[in-house]
């Protein structure tokens, strides 16, 4: 059965005309542009609060933000209260996978190279891309992608088994964000973003008794929750939204695949943000990395 044949309800967040004929009228690969490049800022800045409220204080601070924002635009309460039972354990599985991977990503980054946390957390989007893969064409473009990406990214092994731990376990649930979040997208509640504010509820239910005490001093320092809340909005409310849009109108498999642009964008902030110039082969992987992602071919349905 193709869940895509359902139509999806009206969201709060889609009602405004402008708004609405944007998320329309847009191709999708324009929303994924837009969460490709916040994907990597927010990590970026969350790091250098780490030292003030905690690792796990971070994630929470993040996932607050995000539930403090969705729940007045998108009324969580009401989407599971019309909603069936297959989709409240649908939106519950997703608030879960979205509390415990944005927590192992924070772990994960604590202790080793974002480098190695991406190349880890990108092994398996490509298993998601091959197993939609129809066409010879797509097969080479997702080589063409993944050659990039090796280049891109310098992977080190490293001897910290606790972080390895938490990075790949954030990779396993970044497969579940990926094949959840387009269930969601296509579920019919408001397009996905309603079903996303409902997750996000969710998400904020499972880390409130884990990083509430270390997010704490945040709240006794204007600055640092302003930080904190910038955090949390570039992390999870418009790379989250902008998902949503892309997922629900493209193919599962080309999605994952677009995320092998996922290290140009780090790249690029890495440059704006941190001042690190790219080297001779970062260029070229990033040239294959775009060259794969023109030359794949979404699938027709």
């Given at each position: 059965m193709d869940d895509r044949t359902q139509a999806p309800a009206a969201s709060p967040v889609l009602a405004a005309p402008v708004f609405s004929g944007l998320a329309t009228s847009l191709p999708p690969h324009v929303w994924f542009g837009v969460s490709a490049i916040f994907h990597y800022l927010g990590p970026a800045f969350a790091v250098l609060l780490f030292p003030h409220v905690g690792v796990l204080g971070m994630a929470w601070l993040r996932i607050a933000t995000a539930a403090l924002i969705f729940a007045p635009l998108t009324r969580p309460w009401r989407t599971f209260a019309s909603a069936d039972r297959p989709t409240r354990l649908l939106l519950l599985a997703f608030g879960t996978c979205l509390a415990v991977m944005n927590?192992?990503?924070?772990?994960?980054?604590?202790?080793?190279?974002?480098?190695?946390?991406?190349?880890?957390?990108?092994?398996?989007?490509?298993?998601?891309?091959?197993?939609?893969?129809?066409t010879p064409r797509n097969l080479a473009a997702l080589a063409i992608a993944v050659t990039g990406t090796l280049?891109?990214?310098?992977?080190?092994?490293?001897?910290?088994?606790?972080?390895?731990?938490?990075?790949?376990?954030?990779?396993?649930?970044?497969?579940?964000y990926i094949v959840l979040g387009h269930r969601v997208a296509r579920s019919g509640a408001g397009n996905g973003i309603a079903g996303l504010g409902a997750a996000m509820a969710v998400a904020f239910l499972v880390v409130l008794p884990i990083g509430f005490t270390d997010a704490l001093p945040a709240f006794f320092s204007a600055p640092l929750l302003l930080a904190a809340i910038g955090v949390g909005i570039c992390s999870s409310v418009i790379p989250?939204?902008?998902?949503?849009?892309?997922?629900?109108?493209?193919?599962r498999a080309s999605f994952a695949l677009m995320l092998s642009l996922l290290p140009v964008t780090a790249t690029l902030i890495g440059i704006?943000?941190?001042?690190?110039?790219?080297?001779?082969?970062?260029?070229?992987?990033?040239?294959?990395?775009v060259a794969g992602v023109a030359f794949h071919k979404p699938a027709s349905t």
């Amino acid at each position: 059965m193709d869940d895509r044949t359902q139509a999806p309800a009206a969201s709060p967040v889609l009602a405004a005309p402008v708004f609405s004929g944007l998320a329309t009228s847009l191709p999708p690969h324009v929303w994924f542009g837009v969460s490709a490049i916040f994907h990597y800022l927010g990590p970026a800045f969350a790091v250098l609060l780490f030292p003030h409220v905690g690792v796990l204080g971070m994630a929470w601070l993040r996932i607050a933000t995000a539930a403090l924002i969705f729940a007045p635009l998108t009324r969580p309460w009401r989407t599971f209260a019309s909603a069936d039972r297959p989709t409240r354990l649908l939106l519950l599985a997703f608030g879960t996978c979205l509390a415990v991977m944005n927590c192992s990503f924070y772990l994960a980054l604590d202790r080793l190279p974002i480098s190695l946390v991406a190349a880890i957390e990108f092994v398996g989007t490509i298993g998601i891309a091959v197993i939609g893969l129809r066409t010879p064409r797509n097969l080479a473009a997702l080589a063409i992608a993944v050659t990039g990406t090796l280049l891109l990214i310098n992977v080190k092994w490293s001897s910290d088994s606790t972080g390895l731990f938490w990075a790949f376990l954030n990779g396993a649930l970044f497969i579940g964000y990926i094949v959840l979040g387009h269930r969601v997208a296509r579920s019919g509640a408001g397009n996905g973003i309603a079903g996303l504010g409902a997750a996000m509820a969710v998400a904020f239910l499972v880390v409130l008794p884990i990083g509430f005490t270390d997010a704490l001093p945040a709240f006794f320092s204007a600055p640092l929750l302003l930080a904190a809340i910038g955090v949390g909005i570039c992390s999870s409310v418009i790379p989250y939204i902008c998902d949503q849009l892309a997922m629900s109108r493209l193919p599962r498999a080309s999605f994952a695949l677009m995320l092998s642009l996922l290290p140009v964008t780090a790249t690029l902030i890495g440059i704006l943000v941190l001042h690190q110039i790219p080297s001779v082969t970062d260029v070229l992987g990033i040239a294959l990395v775009v060259a794969g992602v023109a030359f794949h071919k979404p699938a027709s349905t």
